[in-house]
């Protein structure tokens, strides 16, 4: 692989019906490019998580997944409310998820966590009332 392959998705707000469809497609794809599962899998969980957040906390974005011969660099960007204090919200179990969204098994507080696990760099800008853009990479 000589140029870096790319796939865009957008990402709907508040649609909990198609969240995670861009993960599964992105798991399809490195699979056909004949990637390492465990590669596969760190990608896909990384991405879910960032796309539940997108969905329950900024509603929506896009997500850009570009393959690159030595790295996978995934870069999730919102126009939410921003994340007000990004080391509490990187504590496992913190959450500002509604009940509501509670009530349906998603804002367990463990997105930012799980993608910060499974990703070998993560990079998180935000701006309170603008978004947030969160850059992860997968090595190979």
């Known amino acids: ?5 790319k796939l865009h ?3 709907d707000g508040e649609n909990f019906t198609s969240a995670g469809e861009a993960s599964v497609k ?10 390492p599962q ?3 899998r760190r990608v896909a969980i990384a991405m879910y998580e960032g796309e ?8 929506g974005g896009y ?4 393959v690159f011969p030595d790295r996978i660099e995934i870069i999730l960007c ?10 509490l919200a990187m504590q496992a179990g913190y959450s500002t998820a509604p009940e509501r969204i509670r009530s349906l098994g998603f804002g367990a507080g463990m997105g930012l966590p799980n993608m910060k696990a499974n990703s070998d760099t ?12 969160i850059t992860m990479t997968v090595n190979m």
């Open 9 to 11: 998705f957008d990402i």
């Open 63 to 66: 997500a850009e997944v570009t």
């Open 78 to 87: 919102d126009k939410g409310p921003g994340i007000k204090d990004v080391e």
């Open 38 to 40: 465990d590669i596969i």
């Open 122 to 133: 993560m990079k998180i800008n935000t701006e309170i009332g603008v978004g947030t853009t």
């Open 26 to 35: 992105v798991k399809k794809w490195l699979r056909q490019l004949g990637l």
């Open 52 to 59: 539940i957040n997108m969905v329950i906390h900024a509603s």
């Open 1 to 5: 692989m000589s140029a870096p392959l």
